[in-house]
């Protein structure tokens, strides 16, 4: 069964930069394309970024473009994503998620039958 564990959430000012890390296993990471997600208090779940297999095809959500970046390491297993000139609208839970199945482009939209990481909180707040 696929494991995906985020780290690296907390508390930090407007302004502020941080960096999640997603680490995966039981799984073949390269035959995966890999996604960060958020949902904020009283929020639907957002697509955040996505990263293909080969690590170049990269996409974001708009309200991210421009201040996030994400990246994979193929031989840690890991997936990055980072935040800079953090918003206090950035407050969310991410979620990291990997799917076998789909392209990166693709998991800009549902529905998402792959795996999801248990989340890690992110609070922008002065």
């Known amino acids: 069964q696929v494991q995906l564990v985020e780290s690296g959430g907390g508390l930090v000012q407007p302004g502020a930069s941080l960096r999640l890390s997603c680490a995966a296993s039981n799984l073949d990471f390269t035959n995966y394309a890999m996604a960060w997600f958020r949902q904020g208090p009283g929020k639907e779940r957002e697509f955040v970024a996505s990263?293909?297999?080969?690590?170049?095809?990269?996409y974001y959500g708009d309200s991210v473009k421009g201040r996030f970046t994400i990246s994979r390491d193929t031989v840690k297993n890991t997936v990055a994503l980072q935040l800079n000139s953090l918003k206090p609208e950035d407050t969310a839970d991410y979620y990291c998620?990997?799917?076998?199945?789909?392209?990166?482009?693709?998991?800009?939209?549902?529905?998402?039958?792959?795996?999801w990481g248990q989340g890690t909180p992110v609070t922008v707040s002065s």
């Open positions: 990263i293909g297999r080969g690590g170049t095809e990269i």
């Open positions: 998620y990997a799917d076998r199945v789909k392209t990166a482009w693709a998991l800009m939209r549902g529905p998402y039958s792959g795996s």
